[in-house]
């Protein structure tokens, strides 16, 4: 039997036009505490993790082009849904104008919610020749003003078309790593916002161990090698730690180059790697593979291969979504975040 | 705008989240929001549905502010600023009044091209009522 290929047909990105620079967090506390981030994204008032999901799910679909009819799976993404309880899939269905029948999944409880959400959109169009998936991840974590977690945090989104045909990225596989650990980024259930304990060091080795070990099994599993890789893109809670993840899996920063999106839009939780795929996809060759690494506290990480088969690119770009811009200042982040009540 | 019951709410999905509007079957004009009866002829009850572009022109416009929203909108303009809300001439026929998004207030212009994206419009109850807002064409695609 010849293995069917399958894959991403078409993707879309999207930015909040808001940006706050790291100088008004200096200004306000004395210091910023997000490596490597000068600016960050920021919704405005009318805009949240459902506005964006429809946005880039709307525009995943134009890039193929593909009618909304044809969708048989819808997977949102996201750790800052605006309700606990509630099924958020119906609001992009409904607004896409989606089949009723598409079978829907929503997942919120991890910054690896992204990569949660590719897979289970992978897992149904292997399993259905002739189904189609859309993914979508949005996210705008919130944390508390006093937490130096906060200052990371920013906004953006990408959406994803997979199926068999017209492919983009073909898929080559994935391998997982899961394991229980606790006390690093985490949100009780009565509580609205994000905390971590801030043991930097406790929390960072959990982080770099399980992507580690994720992407190393991933390269054994189906057989390639660093150098096959062309982009690396990993989960980006700040511009640093990437770095250093992949340094220990035998990459350079020239390997993250494409993704590196952090530095401007901030921490992106459950649309990280997503996002960062969008923009190595943006920028990737004929014949490229792209290496992709969550992370989700509590703790897992997913890996993904991509190899570029197809010359299809979104549109808008990220770029021209990250260029799109008007700064706000502190006072004003404030309003919009709903820290002043 | 009066208060909108969550039932009355739910019933203009189609047309809030993704432009549903109606065809007349007996003068063909297009009514958007939907009609009981047809507001070009006066004479015909039966549509069939169609599904509008989302794009048109500022017909005409208002920028809200100073205390002047109502109060579904108030915490809007007191956490945004100031915000455009104008009569748009959809590219269907059809005139409708709705905000102006992703835009700095002062640019809006007369017969300015814009399209339809979903927004957050109001809060109440607890139930976010989210819809449609026009932003200016160049950022839509």
Known sequence: MTKLSIGISGYGVAVPRLRIKKDEYAKAWGSFQASGVSEKAVMGFDED?????SKVSKRALASVPLEPGKVTRF??????APYVEKVLSGT???????PDGAFVSDHTTSSRAGTEALMAGVEHVLANPSGCALVAAADAPKASMWSSLEHGLGAGAAGFVLSHDDLVAEFEGHATYVCEHFGERFRPRDDELIRDLNVKKYAQSSFIGATVKAARSLLEKIGTKQEDYAHVVIQQPDARLPRAIARKLGFTDTHLASSSIAGELGDLGAASTLVGLAAALDAAKMGDRILVISYGSGAASDAMSFKIVGERKADPGLRSEVDRKQY?????????KGAIK | MAHVSVPMYWRTIPQRYRMVGQRCRKCDAVNFPPKGVCKYCNASFEFDEVKLSGKGKVHTFVLIGAGGAPPEFAEQEKAGGMYPVAIVELEEGPKVIGQIADVNPKDVKMDMPVSTELRKVYSEEGVIRYGFKFIPEELSR
């Not at chain 1, 992009?92 to 989606?98: A, E, L």
């Open chain 1, 49 to 53: 993790i459902l506005t964006f999901a």
């Open chain 1, 75 to 80: 997977a949102l993404a996201s750790t800052s």
């Open chain 1, 92 to 98: 992009i269905v409904s607004s896409i104008g989606m």
């Open chain 1, 328 to 336: 706000i200042d502190y006072i004003q982040y404030l309003k919009l």
